[in-house]
């Protein structure tokens, strides 16, 4: 066992000095400080910080049932022990009511006094310990950043629509901190979609000298919708500005304060997108319902695979209602990959949507597409539970375009 330093809270001189004395026999225990009064014990265990203050009840000013209650409240960790006379019982009561440990009543010999001491010090600081485990891993459990990059080697396809619904969507019915950088860095969409005309980008955040930290992140934040957006550079030239390594200094900013972290990509494999495919949780894959773009998808995957990052991956089919020639079977027939979520088409009230900077999940929360959006976030964070109601209707069963031979695109 460590030391245990002692604070001796009486307002009688002898009856210190003889407290003194007595602990003084054992080398394990130290005085470290004496009171005349309650506001003096109160004020000196702020300084001195002791593990065991022995209190008096009966004290000029503030008494010693008030000086508990203080001392609990404002320094829990230290144990408080009252020291009382026979015939104060009502006292007694109240003082473990405000927070004594233990009570030792007069007169009490050495051994009584230190064995007291010793064993109320094991068990509170044993207390603390578990707290303090507690907390630890109630911290842990609060703070579990999720990152999730929207990518599809395809244009077009609707990475950044997604993306920004996606985001509003997880801000309002998770009330976490949702952040959303835009990494397709020569030709982002993500500001003009979310109604933003940023001054300050990801390449003048680059040009900041020492270290990127979640507070300088913080200054080149825009908020949209309960979303803070870090925009792409407002020419494409300036993307150059932005190395791999800078990428991920920016999504490590992110993740130390942020609980999801959405990232809009380009539609390539570049040096910028691999960190943040590296770096993610979850790869919201996305495909529609073309054949160009099945088949560039494909290549997706099979690079995806040999990177070794297709275990996070969750196929999502964008604009799958209507009449294509192509099914969702085919597609998933394909890419040796089952589609893990669905949006339907609804020309009118995105692009309506697009054009007014307003992400649709806002303008129509009861549009089917809005509403599949909604069942998206599962797949971003399992606790958010799927409304069977709200699945979207796959497009009505046909023929599959590619029928048996899917050599094609192989
Ligand atoms: N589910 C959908 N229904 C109708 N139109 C859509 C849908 N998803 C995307 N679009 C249209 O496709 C366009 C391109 O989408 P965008 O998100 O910019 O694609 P990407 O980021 O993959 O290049 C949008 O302007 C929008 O009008
Ligand atoms: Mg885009």
Known sequence: MKEIKVLIADDVEETRKNIRLLLE???????????????????????????????????????????????????PQVAVIIVSVQGEQEYLKRAMLAGAKEYLIKPFTADELSSTIKRVVELHRKR???????????????????????????????????????????????????GLVDLDLQFGDVAVMMNIFP????????????????EL???????????????????????????????????????????????????????????????????????????????????????????GLLPKVKLLLNRSTG???IEPEDVERVLELGIDGQLPSDGKLVIQSVNRGQPFVLADANAPIARSVENILPLIDPRMKVDERQEVPRAAKKKGFFGKPIIGIR
């Open 25 to 75: 026999l054992d080398q394990m225990i130290t005085v470290v400080g004496e009171a005349g009064n309650g506001r003096e014990a109160v004020e000196l265990t702020n300084s001195i910080q002791p593990d065991v203050v022995l209190m008096d009840i009966n004290m000029p000013d503030v008494d010693g049932i008030k000086a508990t209650e203080a001392i609990s409240v404002a320094t």
């Open 128 to 178: 603390w310990q578990e707290l303090g485990k507690m907390e630890t891993s109630s911290e842990v459990k609060k703070h579990q950043p999720t990152v999730v990059t929207v990518f599809s080697t395809k244009g077009g396809v609707g990475k950044t629509c997604i993306c920004t619904n996606l985001a509003v969507a997880l801000a309002r019915s998770t009330r976490e901190k949702v």
């Open 323 to 325: 009449s294509h020639g």
């Open 217 to 307: 992140l913080e200054n080149y934040l825009y908020e949209r919708s309960g979303v803070k957006v870090l925009a792409s550079p407002n020419k494409p030239e300036l993307s150059e500005l932005i190395t791999p390594e800078g990428v991920a200094r920016v999504l490590k900013a992110f993740t130390h304060s942020y609980d999801y972290v959405l990232v809009d990509t380009p539609p390539i494999f570049n040096d910028t997108t691999l960190v943040a495919l590296d770096m993610s949780d979850r790869i919201l894959l996305l495909a529609s319902l073309d054949l160009p773009t099945v088949k560039n998808i494909k290549r997706s995957v099979d690079i995806l695979k040999t990177l």
């Open 199 to 214: 001054k300050r980008t990801i390449a003048e955040l680059m040009q900041e000298q020492g270290e990127l930290d979640a």
